[in-house]
């Protein structure tokens, strides 16, 4: 069973519990529905917090030191269009989608202050100097 499932599972488990276990308390008899309700109720928490964790485990270990945007072009808007993306872990570096022709170059560092497509010669942006 993979492990994303399993997370899934879990928490489709846990949240049936409480439901079930909640609706039993207050809908059956006074000792019925303690008697019946009362273990679902308390077995739909551990399972919900297992989820969980589980849940986020698996993000951390899916995500991808390798990921880089497609390169594609992008939709004319009456302007240059381009798109920035940089990573947070280090090595922080910076992709760079030019809009016109899809060509997609990586810099080391943040976002430069200007930046020229080496593919069209053209501009994509120019920081104003304050």
């Known amino acids: ?66 990921w880089a945007p497609s390169a594609e072009t992008l939709p004319d808007a009456g302007r240059v269009m381009f798109r920035v993306d940089t990573t947070l872990d280090t090595p922080i570096r910076t992709s760079i989608l030019c809009g016109a022709c899809g060509n997609l170059e990586w810099v080391n560092g943040g976002k430069p202050g200007r930046f020229t497509c080496p593919s069209c010669s053209r501009e994509l942006w120019k920081q104003e100097e304050e």
């Open 1 to 66: 069973m993979a492990s994303g499932s399993m997370g899934w599972n879990l928490l489709i488990a846990g949240w049936s519990c409480t439901l079930l276990g909640t609706t039993l308390v207050f809908t059956l008899p006074e000792p019925m529905g303690l008697l019946v309700g009362s273990p679902l109720l308390i077995a739909g928490f551990p399972l919900l917090m297992i989820a969980f964790s589980v849940g986020r485990s698996d993000m951390a270990r899916s995500a991808d030191p390798n």
